[in-house]
T-cell receptor, first 113, second 115 residues
């Protein structure tokens, strides 16, 4: 039990639609990161938020956006869905500073048809 | 550029055998962190270990042990007396100190433990 919960666990969307994935972190975790994991591959870093501001971004287009809220929850939004967006989306949270463990949620499985 | 290579795509062993999962990394930073995570079919990534670049001591935790060698840029993971419950995909990951734990991941090794 990591204390990081994600919703929904599974969803199916049509190409061109928009999706919002949600993550609830442990209390006090001021940093949240989102990763995309395609089937059979390792996770890829999408972006990171620290104290509600974007604090790093991977090689993902602007149609991937996020928000972090004061209550330690966050969102990943993807616009204009493409078939290649089908993947497991993982949320990770931690308290910034050395020696802290990064906790992952169970992920949201997104299928784009 | 940072890179993590897990050359073993899939390993299959019989229960109680020892098994080693390889991880080779590339980074230009002198300060970095290395991680191992376990991913069961449910999808959740389970933290196993974090090692910083200044600590080359090997670590043992129960049946798990890790061999960190900076000279060969490797951070290998050994499971002793494997059990069926160890079956999962195992990922090695790298984070440079300046990146605030933005992890670069290997492709993972699928470990199958047969009864």
């Amino acid at each position: 039990e990591t204390g990081v919960t994600q919703s929904p666990t599974h969803l199916i969307k049509t190409r061109g639609q928009q999706v919002t994935l949600r993550c609830s972190s442990q209390s006090g975790h001021n940093t949240v990161s989102w990763y995309q994991q395609a089937l059979g591959q390792g996770p890829q870093f999408i972006f990171q938020y620290y104290r509600e501001e974007e604090n790093g971004r991977g090689n993902f287009p602007p149609r991937f956006s996020g928000l972090q809220f004061p209550n330690y929850s966050s969102e990943l939004n993807v616009n204009a869905l493409e078939l290649d967006d089908s993947a497991l989306y993982l949320c990770a949270s931690y308290i910034r500073g050395s020696g802290n463990t990064i906790y992952f949620g169970e992920g949201s499985w997104l299928t784009v048809v | 550029a940072q890179k993590v290579t897990q050359a073993q795509t899939e390993i299959s062993v019989v229960e109680k055998e020892d098994v080693t999962l390889d991880c080779v990394y590339e980074t230009r930073d002198t300060t970095y962190y290395l991680f191992w995570y376990k991913q069961p079919p449910s999808g959740e990534l389970v933290f196993l270990i974090r090692r910083n670049s200044f600590d080359e001591q090997n670590e043992i935790s129960g049946r798990y042990s890790w061999n960190f060698q900076k000279s060969t840029s490797s951070f290998n993971f050994t499971i002793t007396a494997s059990q069926v419950v160890d079956s999962a995909v195992y990922f090695c990951a790298l984070s440079e100190a300046e990146s605030n734990y933005q992890l670069i991941w290997g492709a993972g090794t699928k470990l199958i433990i047969k009864p």
